[in-house]
């Protein structure tokens, strides 16, 4: 009994053990499966997360149903262009404002505002009594000088002969030069204010006194009408010569460094569609409270139908560059950045790692800075380490490859 006892009791302890290994094994496998399933889990968030870097696939037919080809960057010669704006001026010298050289009231003027005026023309006539006084004060100097001359010389030589005192000397030689000096005051006010001095010495007095244009050049304001009266400090007219107009230009601080001085311009106005040519002549060398510097352009052409003030939309021809350069096509715009997509190493139909009839062309965008664009190439800037030689861009059906990334985003979401 005591054998059959332990026999029974050795085979409740095997049955016990090999339960307990049962147990275990099955514990394992269900904790395999859940790190399975986990891992499958994880694995397909990667996935998605592949996708919402810009990860495109195709199937080669698929690629040439779109048309997709392919290139390298190429370094091209581009030249730059910086678009401003500004307004048309005139040189400081080529603008005046016409004002009377003594006060008096306005007689006679036919300027109109617009009205082409020529230098030393006639343009206003002003008449005043304190004219005439002016001419009968320098007439009456004039006689009293040559009194006063020769009694300078008469009392010089009863001085020679110690005829007279040396202090009755001084006394007519003060007068005579106190005389010369009012003479000449006078004369110099009268030559101001434009009196016919060979008239006036004739002793023809004149009781106008006539304004005549400083310059060639457009009316652009009159502030006067007959009969006011207008005082030396006043502007009567605004004479602005427009055969030298020339464009000023708004530039940002930023664009600067491209400029030069010869550079050339192009200009539009406003309202035209006409192309007009400029060169830069001058750069400013102050920057404003809106970061900006003004940039002085002489026109090639000079066009008296232009006027100041007018605006203008221009572009600055910059020196020409070599840069790399893609095709326009190859750069396509998502979400305020812009993209080239490269094509990765195709994937053979017998990688076991393709299920069947999967696709196996690879593309990826790439984010790329944008430079200075020209008959239809773009200037790109390219990440660090980029092997421009070995890496195949997608020159043509980029935006097709741009939809497919936008949709596989989109579904990715969804989930």
């Not at 009196?195 to 006194?209: C, F, V, Y």
């Not at 239809?376 to 070995?390: E, H, R, S, T």
């Amino acid at each position: 009994m005591t054998i059959n006892n332990n026999i029974i009791n050795l085979f409740k302890a095997g049955a016990f053990a090999a339960a307990l290994f049962s147990m275990e094994a099955c514990g394992d496998s269900n904790s395999k499966a859940v790190e399975k399933e986990a891992g499958a889990k994880e694995a397909g968030q990667e996935g998605h997360h592949e996708e919402g870097k810009g990860e495109v696939e195709l199937t080669p037919d698929q690629a040439r149903s779109i048309g997709v080809e392919t290139g390298n960057v190429s370094v091209r010669t581009l030249s730059g262009t910086i678009k401003v704006n500004g307004t048309l001026d005139v040189p400081p010298q080529q603008m005046l404002s016409v004002s009377a050289p003594m006060g008096g009231f306005l007689r006679s003027s036919e300027m109109l505002q617009g009205k082409y005026v020529r230098k030393g023309e006639l343009i206003a006539t002003l008449e005043d009594p304190a004219y005439l006084q002016l001419q009968q004060d320098y007439l009456e100097s004039a006689s009293q000088l040559d009194f006063l001359k020769a009694e300078f010389e008469r009392q010089e030589e009863l001085l020679k002969e110690n005829i007279n005192a040396k202090k009755t000397f001084e006394q007519a030689k003060a007068n005579y030069r106190s005389m010369q000096a009012k003479l000449a005051g006078l004369k110099a006010k009268l030559q101001l204010a434009k009196i016919d001095m060979s008239r006036l010495s004739k002793g023809e007095i004149q009781p106008t006194i006539n304004i005549h244009a400083p310059i060639s050049g457009y009316v652009t304001e009159v502030n006067v009408n007959l009969g006011k009266y207008v005082n030396p400090t006043d502007v009567m007219f605004e004479i602005v010569d427009t055969e030298h107009l020339h464009a000023e230009l708004t530039v940002f601080e930023k664009d600067v460094p491209k400029l030069k001085i010869g550079q050339k311009v192009r200009f539009i106005l406003a309202n035209e569609l006409k192309e007009r040519m400029a060169t830069v002549y001058l750069i400013g060398r102050e920057i404003s409270a809106d970061r900006t510097v003004r940039i002085h352009c002489h026109l090639d052409k000079e066009d008296r139908e232009l006027l100041p003030g007018m605006y203008l939309t221009a572009f600055v021809e910059t020196k020409n560059e070599q840069l790399p350069s893609v095709p326009e096509t190859a750069v396509v715009n998502y979400e305020g950045k812009n993209y080239i997509f490269i094509k990765e190493e195709e994937a053979g139909h017998d990688d076991p790692k393709k299920e069947a009839g999967a696709p196996h062309l690879h593309y990826k965008a790439v984010e790329v800075q944008t430079g200075v664009s020209e008959l239809g190439y773009v200037a790109i800037q390219l990440p660090q380490g980029f092997d421009v030689k070995a890496t195949p861009i997608v020159f043509k059906g980029a935006y097709d490859l741009l939809s497919k990334w936008k949709n596989s985003g989109e579904e990715g979401h969804d989930h």
